[in-house]
């Protein structure tokens, strides 16, 4: 901060990473550096976030290019008005630029993790050294409880085959990995992505998971084919959306499934030599004792 920077940038969630982003803000003005705040708690309450005297500037959405741009207009003190995606306080009144438009991930180019030490983002899961990796953006189911309804707006968007494949090959080889742990919202999509992608990470000898699971997905995967497949290509966890064991709670969350079909599916999954995690939800509007005990 000493070294003047553009400006600060940080990121929250819904919840308490907000305390600690506003804790990291009110340092950077003391140093009288812009702070600009991203992510996903800024995107869904843009106006109410930068009503905050610690915050500067709101990129809502998707920021690789809105930063860019941001920082080109601060260094050559140009309008803000004139770049995509803001939201910021002049003169006690609060602008918005209007939305931007959602990026084709196939044109980003690859994340410079040579900026970085990449041993410091390296998790160790049951002595594989694994990274975070997305090979999408977005799902296109319609969840009530979600984020997805808004920053995503239902759009599922994925890397093809190829790009994903080619960037899994940098990570394994630059940066000294044998775990991948895929953070997609929603990786199972496409089943015939999905396949391919399995069939060309069997060649690198890593493990892979992901949280990005959603039960009627997986069940439109799988077949003993599948299961086969993602056990060669080195699946060791799965964290799936189960949320409730209620079908009534189920249905009013708008989640698409129902209670036969997760008992269905968590059947078919005992062929596969995978950590299974089935995430739930609890005091939901309406719930009662009786859904409560459906779920447990």
């Not at 003005?29 to 800024?42: A, F, S």
């Not at 990026?103 to 030490?117: G, K, T």
């Not at 060669?232 to 064991?245: R, T």
């Not at 968590?266 to 005990?293: S, V």
Request: aromatic share 8%; charged share 25%.
């Amino acid at each position: 901060l000493k070294k003047s920077p553009l400006f600060m940038g940080t990121t929250s969630m819904t919840g308490p990473q907000i305390l600690h982003a506003l804790r990291i803000s009110k340092i950077a003005k003391q140093y009288e550096v812009p702070v600009v705040w991203g992510g996903v708690h800024p995107s869904l309450m843009p106006q109410q976030t930068v009503e905050n005297e610690n915050i500067d500037i709101v990129v809502e959405g998707e920021g690789e290019i809105t930063a860019l741009e941001l920082a080109e207009h601060i260094e050559n003190e140009k309008p803000l008005n004139e770049v995509k995606g803001l939201w910021y306080n002049e003169d006690s009144n609060i602008k918005n630029t209007g939305p931007r438009d959602f990026l084709d991930l196939n044109e980003l180019p690859d994340l410079p993790y040579h900026l970085v030490n990449v041993k410091d983002y390296v998790s160790n899961f049951y002595g594989y050294k694994t990274l975070s990796f997305f090979t999408s953006r977005g799902c296109p189911f319609n969840c009530t409880f979600c984020y997805n309804q808004l920053y995503n707006r239902r759009r599922w968007r994925a890397l093809t085959t190829e790009k994903t494949l080619e960037r899994v090959e940098t990570l394994v080889h630059e940066s000294n990995i044998n775990g991948l742990w895929i953070r997609d919202d929603n990786f199972f999509v496409n089943k015939k992505r999905t396949i391919a992608i399995l069939e060309g990470m069997k060649k690198y000898d890593i493990i892979w998971g992901t949280d990005g699971a959603r039960i009627d997905s997986l069940g439109a995967l799988m077949d003993n084919g599948s299961i086969d497949l993602m056990n060669k290509s080195g699946c060791k966890f799965l964290c799936m959306g189960v949320e409730s064991g209620s079908d009534r709670i189920l249905k009013l969350m708008k989640k698409g499934i129902t209670v036969s079909q997760i008992l269905e599916v968590n059947r078919k999954l005992q062929k596969l030599n995978a950590l299974q995690r089935m995430n739930i939800m609890i005091g939901l509007p309406t719930e009662t004792k009786e859904d409560l005990e459906k779920t447990i």
